[in-house]
C-alpha cells in the first residue's frame, strides 16, 4: 500500500512540475481590455471597400469612444473565449514586421459596414490626444497606424 500511494505522489508531482516547467519558458502576451470590438468595413460612396479595421471602444461619461484602433490585416481572428470576445492585435516595427503583440478582451463583438470612418468621426467627442491607448507602452516608431 506504501508503496503504491508513494508511485501515486511521484506521478502527481511529475504532472504538477513538468506543466509549470513549460508555462515558465513560454513567454505571455500582455493583455488588457475594453468594452467593445468592432470590426469595420469602411467604404466609398461609390461602394468600393477603403479599409477594414478593428476599433477599440470603451464606455466614457455615458458615451462610446474610441480608445485604439488597427488595421485587420494586423489582427488575428475574432475568437469568443468564456463568455468574452479575444483578439490579438500586432504593431509594427521600423522595418514593417508584425511584433509587440497585445491581447484584447471585451464582453461585447460587433462588425459594421460603414460610409464613413466610426473612428474619426468619433474625435468630435473624445480627441485622439485624450485616448485610452492600448499600446501605449511601445516606443513611438512601433505603432500601427
Known sequence: MGALLSDIV??????????AALALSIPMTPTTRCDIIERNFYYAPDGHLIMEQYIFW??????LVVVDWRLARSCTRVSSWK???EITAYTRNSVGAYVHPLRVLAYEYRETHT?????QANTKILRKKDRRKLFKGLPRSHRSP
Not at 58 to 63: A, I, N, S, Y
Not at 115 to 119: A, C, F, N, Q, S
Open 10 to 19: 511521484g506521478s502527481l508531482t511529475v504532472l504538477l512540475v513538468i506543466p
Open 58 to 63: 470603451d464606455w466614457l461619461d455615458g458615451e
Open 83 to 85: 463568455s468574452m470576445f
Open 115 to 119: 460610409l464613413l470612418d466610426p473612428e
